[in-house]
Each structure stands twice: as C-alpha cells, then as structure tokens.
C-alpha cells in the first residue's frame, strides 16, 4: 500500500484492493488514495443516516458500512446483455440490510442494488463465503463445481435475545438478495460467527454464546446437514472470531466474568491449550497470508476485566510466542452509548507483514491505519509497546 493511515475506516483489504467505507460511502480502489478508486454511496436512509454522519453519531446508532465482503467472479452488468469479465460483486452490510455493488462495464461506475434485510442486528462478524456442495445420494460434502450456482453467502443471527428463541445460521446463494436458514439453533442465545476454513473448503465452522452451556465452537463438514460442537461448555469456550492455520484453529474467550485467553485448538487430536492471559474479552482475529496471527482485545469492563486499553496481540509465523504490541486507550465517552473500545480488522486475505487496523471508541478513533508486524514484535521485546 502507498499509504498506512487514512482517516477512512479500511473493511477489506487484499494485495491488489483495498475498500474503505466512510459512513455510508465506499471507496474502492488498488490502494488508498489511487487515482483510479472508485466511489459508491449505500442509500442508507432516516435517523441512522441523519445521525451516522459524523464519528460519534456512527457510534451510536452503530451505522455507517459494518462489513464487506467480495465475491470474486460474481460481478454483473447493470444491461444484463453485457458480460463484466469476472469483474468482482461487493456485498456491504450497512443499516441492517444487505447491498451489492457492481462495475457497470459501459460507464466505469458502482452500481447499488439493495437486498435482504439482516434478521436482528448486523452480524456481529463479516459473513462467510463458502462454495460447499452435498452429494444428494450419501450426504458427501465437495467443493462445488465451476458451473454450479456459485459461493453461498453466511451469516449468524445475532440479537439480544433474552427469552432464548431459536436463533439461525442464514444462507444466500444469489449474493445476498434472498436468505434461507441453513441452521437452527435452539439452544445458544446468539450466533457469534460464521466461517468459511481455508484449510478444508468442506468444513464451516460456527461460534456461539453466551451462558455457559450454550458457549461453543462449532464444525459442519457437509454444508450443515449436521453440526457437531468441537469446543464446548463454560466461559472459555465463549469465543466470537477464529484464526486458521493448517494444523490448528486459534480463538479468545469473550467473556466479562473471567480472566479471558488466547487459545490453540489443535487439529489432529482436538486438544486445546491456554496459551496467553490476556487483558479483555477478545472480538477479533485474523491470519496474514505469511501465517502471522492477530487477536485484540475489547474494553468491556467488568469486576475481573478491569483494564481501559485495547490491545493487540501477535505471534509470527511457525510460533506460538504472543506479544501485546500495541495498547490503546478507551476515550471518554460512555460504553453504553458509544461502544466499546476495541481495534477492529479488515474482511480479506490483507497483504503479507502487515495488517490494517481501525480504532474504534479507542486513541486514534476510526482512523485506519497499517501495522507492520515483525517490527512491532520485536519492538515489543524490549518494551517499547505503542
């Protein structure tokens, strides 16, 4: 990238595109600033609009573009007669509602279409993508064929939800225009996550919370004909995001009524292993391509998580050896109202070293701005956190 802070929020990020949102505008582009970026505006409408227009309005009434994600290929003309050439379908979520952003090939611009609605709020976690197809006779999963429909699109049910009605994992396969349940829960409280393993294009893997008997990880390996809890029971199991590397799935609890971790769930032998105390309740995670992992931590004071500072944690590729390298501050303004403090991280497979980050109710307040990693660990080494 040719620039490592923007004062755009930065969802999604890959070695040749890079989206920022910046209330309800997207910016797309090769790199931050490039001159060939591109503008589209999701028709976000009423007080979450009127009142999401500046940074502490976008807190909150929790607007402004939540997640993006891109569905490569799946690109279409606005005259259907005309082919796009594989260009790439962007799906936002903003406003509780899902939209598809297209290249019109005849005048170069990004062309909104709304779809569905999100059910509850907006999906705690970005929507996974995932083209898993199950043989009709034994129940097999594969990945899908070329000429099949296409990736489906995930996303988990996350609401209050205080009376514990059933809950679901959603599914679309036409980019978000329509969902239909792939799963019902009728135990959990929420759904946390969906994700696609990039490790085994069969498996999905789902988290759920929040008591402890509906905290746990999940795994289906034939498109949600089955689901099988592989961590589960009490706070620990309590986790939100998931980081895969081929031997193992790395997780956080999230909880405010103990001493939250970092954990490694093994693959093989399905052993799990506390690896590092940490400060808060961990919301987020990613991989770089080059296998550094990345976790932060949410300020969501309780009488054991007592910390005001969001912190990311890192350990380099082929070592479990975690580090805080970076600590930010909660700002001023109440948790209830404004959100939590937390570091949030871009949809994508980002670039290798570095990860985009953008603080949220935290120093440096939805400001994105670029990490570079080994640096930073090292740095953090002798002390000198940021």
């Known amino acids: ?57 976008r807190r909150l009434v929790r607007g402004g573009v939540r ?8 690109g279409i003309a606005v005259d259907p007669t005309i082919a796009t050439g594989g260009d790439p379908a962007i799906i936002a979520v903003a406003g509780k509602r899902f939209y598809r952003i297209d290249l019109d090939p005849v005048t170069g611009r990004r062309v909104v279409t709304p779809g569905a609605s999100t059910v509850g709020s907006n999906p705690l976690c970005t929507p996974a993508v995932a083209s898993v197809a199950v043989d009709a006779v034994n129940g097999a999963a594969r990945v899908a064929d070329a000429g099949s429909a296409g990736p489906a699109l995930y996303y988990g049910e996350y609401r209050p939800n205080p009376e514990r009605s059933p809950v679901h994992v959603w599914r679309s396969t036409d980019c978000a225009a329509t969902f239909d349940p792939a799963w019902t829960f009728s135990d959990v409280r929420h759904v946390h996550g969906v994700f696609a393993d990039p490790f085994d294009p069969t498996a999905i893997w789902v988290t759920t919370g929040d008591d402890d008997s509906e905290s746990a990880i999940w795994r289906t ?28 799935v790395y997780f956080g609890s999230d909880t405010p009524r103990e001493q939250n971790c970092l954990y490694r769930l093994d693959r093989p032998s399905g052993r799990v292993d506390r690896q590092q105390p940490v400060a808060g309740s961990v919301f987020w995670g990613r991989a770089t391509p080059d296998g550094w992992r990345v976790f932060s ?13 969001a912190e990311l944690w890192a350990t380099p590729p082929g070592r479990d050896e975690w580090r805080c390298i970076l600590r930010l501050r909660k700002d001023p303004f109440h948790d209830k109202y404004f959100d939590h403090g937390q570091i949030r991280f871009p949809a994508g497979p980002g670039e290798p070293g570095a990860i985009w980050i953008t603080p949220y109710a935290v120093s440096g307040d939805q400001r994105s701005r670029k990490i570079e990693l080994a640096l930073s660990w090292e740095n953090a080494l002798q002390g000198a956190v940021q």
């Open 221 to 248: 390996p034939d498109g949600f004909r089955t689901l099988e809890p592989i961590v589960r029971g009490g706070q620990q199991a309590r986790a939100v995001d998931l980081v895969f590397t081929a031997e193992a």
């Open 67 to 74: 997640h993006v994600v891109v569905l490569p290929g799946e």
């Open 297 to 309: 931590t949410v300020v969501e004071k309780s009488t054991v998580n007592t910390s005001r500072y």
């Open 1 to 57: 990238m040719k620039r490592a802070q923007t004062r755009s929020t930065v969802a999604y990020h890959a070695d040749d595109l890079l989206i920022a949102a910046s209330g309800n505008r997207l910016i797309v582009a090769g790199t931050v600033g490039s001159a060939a970026s591109q503008t589209a505006r999701v028709p976000v409408s009423g007080f979450r609009y009127h009142l999401g227009i500046g940074r502490l309005g």
